[in-house]
């Protein structure tokens, strides 16, 4: 039994990815001509795969290379957004003021999409790089702001008595009981900041022409080398997927019996 | 040995000021959005060095009352003194046992203990920290521990951390609340064994909730009997008739151990002692040793002055 279950694990997620594929292979056959099948895309992109660091030129470099920029860049927005997400989270949290104050601007703030923000960022910077930062930050940063206030207002009373008890001081209130306290809800606010600002890494590239696996994919297109695109994509996706396992594992770190 | 406390000769007896430690004056606690206080018309004094049980059925307002002599809360009514001082705020002379541990999850248990050290005396050098740490959780036999988190503990480990970082503040009172409740009988029964060979190698004040009569009848001086909620107050005070020290084999051969324990029992099955039936003169059983004295608040508080002034604690 368990053998069999096993092995179905092992199985079913190739079966799936062959089934897609299968269909991307149809629907290039048939209805959508201009899609590269799976073949001719392998094909096309096999150097940018098999010597992922080479470099010619801006826009013509392997896979790898592109993904670093695009990492980095990711990197620094990130920082900004924790860096400046967690200080808010908790002033929210500990703050009924502040959260009368901020939440509602919070609330607005939040569904907007990066698109929005990125010609804002070019306004306020003058420069694409900075821009894309911004932008990177200020869309990546609202999962840490609300999981540290969650996580603030959530803390078990018990342990607030404890150091209550202790007659405590205020700072040693916030550093010996509520952030440690709050730790695991930080790093689920990490984790999906970190998944949007990888989302938004790709939006801010394709409107900065910045070089990076976003910057590429829209470069791609506009030379009508479709089958790069679904490079980047699936690029995207393997890196997307690698940084949420990595999150997760240091989340679970975190995470308390 | 010591001589089986004799109970009270009278309530009427008033003297002057009480010297007791702590003391609570007609004290009434209602939370928010409930019609019924939890407790009210509550009075009673727990002398310096006396261990005093607080016994009542659950919903008697039991940690409440722990709440409001911690400072964790405060009363809507009434007086809470200690050491002659008004009380409003919690603090590390008070330390608290709390019912689920209250560990903090991110610290060893060297550093839970230790927190409490610099909370009490920050002035202490990091080495003198230690030193008083370890300590404690040597008193309570937990040395091999030392590096472990809470959720490594059992139970009863973990209680025993909350024990040790208690008496590590060295408060001048040790409020428990209902502290081996969630153990199993084996691990209970070790603890209190501990619990009562620490205090009264410590002489220290102690005010212990439970529901639990042989854990009381083992460690308090004097038992604190409350009705039942809401609205719960003080019922009655039964002086414990057992010489010290105490271990859990012994106190059963004890001749005044099973009375008192059959009036504590029927005291809490026979439920609400309302006060128009439990005025003054209507008493329980009288016994040789052990009589619970079923009074009003009024009297009641009388009553613990008394027995404040007169040091009933076995010496």
């Known amino acids: ?257 | 040995m010591n001589a089986p406390v004799s109970t009270l000769a009278s309530p009427a007896v008033t003297v002057a000021p009480p010297t007791a430690l702590l003391e609570l004056r007609n004290v009434e606690k209602t939370f928010p959005g409930r019609a019924k206080p939890v407790l009210t018309q509550l009075s009673v004094s727990i002398p310096e060095g006396q261990f005093a049980a607080i016994i009542g059925c659950s919903g008697a307002g039991k940690t409440t009352l722990i709440s409001l002599l911690a400072g964790l809360i405060t009363p809507d009514r009434g007086e809470i003194f200690f050491a002659g001082q008004l009380l409003n705020t919690p603090g590390p002379e008070r330390a608290v046992v709390f019912q689920n541990y209250s560990l903090l999850p991110w610290l060893t248990v060297l550093e839970n203990v230790s927190l409490a050290v610099t909370a009490a005396a920050p002035r202490l050098s990091r080495q003198a920290v230690r030193e008083q740490a370890e300590y404690f959780i040597d008193l309570v036999k937990l040395s091999a521990a030392i590096k472990k988190r809470p959720r490594e503990l059992s139970a009863g480990m973990r209680q025993r951390v909350g024990i040790a970082r208690a008496f590590a503040v060295e408060p001048q009172v040790l409020l428990l609340d209902e502290p081996f409740s969630l153990l199993d009988a084996l691990t209970r029964f070790e603890l209190q064994e501990q619990l009562v060979h620490i205090c009264e190698r410590t002489q220290k004040t102690v005010v212990m909730v439970t529901h639990d009569v042989d854990e009381a009848l083992l460690l308090a001086d004097r038992i604190v009997l409350m009705t039942n909620g809401p609205a719960a107050t003080i019922g009655g005070i039964l002086q414990v008739p057992l010489p010290r020290p105490r271990q859990h084999g012994k106190i059963l051969e004890h001749p005044a151990y099973y009375p008192a324990r059959d009036q504590l029992l029927s005291f809490l099955e026979s439920g609400v002692l309302s006060l128009d039936t439990t005025r003054k003169g209507q008493k329980g059983k009288e016994d040789e040793d052990a009589k619970i004295t079923t009074l009003s608040p009024v009297d009641v508080y009388e009553l613990s002055r008394w027995d404040a002034d007169a040091g009933v604690r076995a010496e």
């Open chain 1, 1 to 257: 039994m368990i053998a069999a279950q096993r092995l179905k694990a092992c199985t079913l997620p190739f079966l799936g990815i062959a089934g897609v594929i299968g269909l991307w292979t149809l629907l290039s056959a048939t209805v959508s001509p201009d899609l590269p099948s799976p073949l001719r895309s392998w094909e096309e992109s096999k150097r940018y795969i098999l010597d992922p660091f080479f470099k010619e030129g801006e826009m013509n470099q392997g896979i790898g290379r592109l993904a670093l920029y695009s990492l980095e860049r990711v990197a620094k927005g990130y920082l900004l957004a924790i860096i400046l997400g967690t200080p808010l989270g908790f002033l929210l949290g500990l703050s009924r003021g502040f959260t009368q104050a901020f939440d509602p601007l919070i609330q607005i703030l939040r569904p907007i999409s990066p698109l929005a923000w990125l010609p804002l960022g070019l306004i306020l910077f003058q420069r694409s790089e900075p821009a894309a930062l911004f932008t990177i930050a200020i869309c990546a940063m609202w999962p840490t702001v609300i999981n540290t206030a969650v996580g603030v207002r959530s803390i078990n009373q018990d342990y607030v008595n404890v150091g209550r008890v202790l007659r405590l001081s205020r700072w040693q209130m916030l550093w010996k009981i509520i952030l440690p306290a709050t730790v695991p809800y930080l790093f689920t606010g990490y984790r999906l900041s970190l998944g949007i600002a990888w989302l938004v890494i790709v939006a801010a590239e394709m409107l900065t022409g910045a070089a990076g696996v976003g910057g590429f994919l829209w470069q791609e297109y506009n030379s009508l080398v479709y089958s790069h695109i679904i490079l980047a994509i699936i690029t995207i996706g393997l890196i997307g997927y690698a940084l949420d396992r990595l999150m997760g594992l240091a989340e679970m770190r975190f995470q308390r019996a």
